[in-house]
């Protein structure tokens, strides 16, 4: 193995029913560097990164790291960690119902001479872990009293703390406020220069190209290539994970796209959920795609889901046409022509072990009510529409929907509310943790659906793609909408309301 090479993994293959996933896939790691993992969803990344930590077998390839003689084949997530190989994924794979510092040592508990577990050294050794990590925590709290960011930064912390040589970090900013992924950064740089060999996976170019060193690229299941950063500009890694040139994202936005106010859809005044969303207006039109912007917690997600019933309003009334919906659950608001795609398409958007089909059709059918059901010729053929309609990449209708990409599974989602037709549909990061080219199509859909005069409510972490997508936009701050921003919208305006410096105010 050449020197400071700590991994290579060379031709894996690795298939599903119907899906050849890695098809003579390459990966190699250097100690002390930052490895950038980068390919379109359904590119193979997690697979490889599950390969490598003995969650999957795999049919073909080699796999070597320093320090183990012949083929490093890991046959467990156990097995993995005793290597020094630590992952943390994109959706956070803790147990809520435990403290923190019970999440931070979990199967690795200290023990007191009679073999019990060891409580006040556990505690106190949480404590200064999430201490230098400048982590603000009760680490006896359990976790689930605090936010899917803490949460995310709970499970980084694990992984460093049991002395990894490889560190995995599969979408982890996914969930992070900007001050949050810069420490995270730090972090990374602290441990690359203690040798560490650190594999990341993410969609953001701006965050490969802060933070990382190299990076390999994967395409259909393929290795495509590898690169250091610096001879990689942003246009040909776009290009190579595409397999073709990209038009300029900002050109997405249709001439004209500036919407004239039509009639009015949804108005809502006074809405409130108590301990969530401080009472707020909000008025959207036909056609109109209004954009809810904030840093993370400023509650946007909040101000959805009581807009559409999941989190029931306490103060407040909400219209739509003109006339008062009272939405006691979300099927209410289904059957008053409103759609929801929510930000944890894992929790709250999927049946994992359901088909592809069968989660597409599910709104439709709850909404037509359990005597009116879809004949199996209509369910197949809705599903044929939409799979066709948003290229979702799958072996068949069929196939359950969680062996798809994350990607696709956001475009599962997605369909679902198409199917409905509804008039109102909020998007809840519905490009969040996927890749670019889908991110794309994405966005150009909303634009489409717009123009067929439906009304889009977008909720995204991404300020650029706000401004790609929305014609104005909704400013929050601290569970309050604080202000609106319909003209004279670029990135440094919004930056300027998020923050609460310059002029505010309703519209």
């Not at 996976?201 to 060193?213: G, K, M, R």
């Not at 393929?222 to 610096?230: L, R, W």
């Not at 199996?376 to 196939?399: G, H, Y």
Request: contains cysteine.
């Amino acid at each position: 193995m050449d020197e400071n090479v700590i991994l290579t993994m060379r031709g894996i293959t690795k298939s599903f029913p119907g899906v050849l996933a890695l098809d003579n896939a390459s990966l190699k790691l250097r100690k002390g560097e930052i490895h950038a993992l980068m390919g379109e969803n359904g590119a193979g990344k997690s697979t490889l990164i599950k390969v490598l930590t003995g969650i999957y077998p795999f049919e073909g390839g080699e796999i070597e790291m320093e320090g183990v003689e012949g083929q490093a084949i890991n046959h467990s997530v156990q097995e993995a960690q005793e290597r020094g190989i630590a992952t943390v994924y994109q959706e956070v794979n803790l147990c809520p119902n435990l403290s923190v510092a019970e999440n931070l040592f979990i199967g690795r508990e200290p023990r007191t001479k009679c073999n019990t577990i060891d409580w006040k050294k556990m505690n106190s050794s949480a404590r200064e872990i999430m201490k230098n990590l400048d982590i603000p925590v009760d680490v006896t709290m359990n976790l689930e009293n605090y936010s899917v960011a803490i949460q995310q930064m709970v499970a980084i912390a694990r992984a460093v703390d049991m002395e990894c040589r490889i560190l995995i970090l599969d979408e982890p900013t996914s969930s992070l406020d900007d001050n949050e992924v810069e420490k995270l950064f730090r972090l990374m740089r602290d441990l690359k220069n203690k040798g560490v060999a650190i594999l990341f996976v993410t969609h953001f170019l701006e965050q490969v190209y802060a933070v990382c060193d190299r990076i390999t690229v994967l395409r259909n299941g393929q290795f495509a290539g590898e690169y250091t950063v610096a001879e990689m500009p942003r246009v040909k890694l776009v290009a190579a994970m595409l397999g073709k040139d990209l038009d300029d994202l900002a050109s997405i936005k249709a001439e004209g796209s500036d919407t004239v106010r039509k009639d009015v859809v949804v108005d809502a005044k006074g809405l409130s959920h108590k301990g969530t969303i401080k009472p707020f207006d909000f008025v959207i039109h036909k056609g109109e795609v209004v954009g809810l912007t904030g840093l993370l917690g400023s509650g946007r997600s909040e101000m959805a889901r009581c807009i559409y019933g999941a989190d029931r309003a306490q103060t407040g009334t909400l219209t739509m046409n003109g006339k008062e919906l009272k939405a006691k659950a979300p099927i209410d608001s289904i059957n008053a022509g409103m759609g929801y795609l929510p930000d944890d398409r894992k929790a709250d958007g999927l049946i994992g072990d359901l088909s592809v089909k069968e989660n597409i059709y599910l709104a439709l059918q709850a909404r037509k009510g359990m005597f009116h059901p879809l004949s199996p010729s209509e369910q197949n053929a809705l599903a044929d529409k939409f799979i066709e309609l948003l290229q979702i990449k799958t072996a068949s209708r069929e196939t359950p929907v969680n062996q798809l990409s994350g990607g696709n599974q956001q475009k599962v989602i997605l369909a679902r509310w198409l199917a409905t037709d509804p008039e109102l549909l909020i998007l809840d990061e519905p490009t969040r943790g996927i890749d670019i080219g889908t991110k794309t199509e994405i966005q150009k859909l909303i634009l489409k659906l717009a123009a067929e005069g439906k009304s889009v409510i977008f909720i995204s972490s991404e300020i650029e793609e706000m401004l790609r997508t929305c014609s104005r936009l909704c400013v929050m701050r601290d569970g309050s909408k604080v202000g609106e921003l319909d003209h004279d919208l670029t990135q440094n305006t919004v930056m300027t309301a998020i923050a609460g410096q310059g002029k505010e105010g309703e519209q």
